[in-house]
């Protein structure tokens, strides 16, 4: 889900560059919203115990 999320955030910055605001916006957006679902997931599985992702 982390590769997800970069893959977004990547999409963002280069639709920045190029001027495309909304579709930047978006993505950016999307990757965020990855990026803490991950992190949630993260701390809910080493919290429960299992070490091996």
């Not at 997800?4 to 978006?26: D, E, P, Q």
């Amino acid at each position: 889900m982390i590769r997800w999320s970069i893959t977004f955030l990547v999409v963002a910055l280069v639709a920045a560059i190029f001027g495309f605001g909304g579709i930047a916006s978006s993505a950016a957006y999307f990757a965020k919203i990855l990026f803490f679902v991950a992190l949630i997931l993260a701390v809910f599985s080493f919290l429960r115990g299992d070490r091996n992702l």
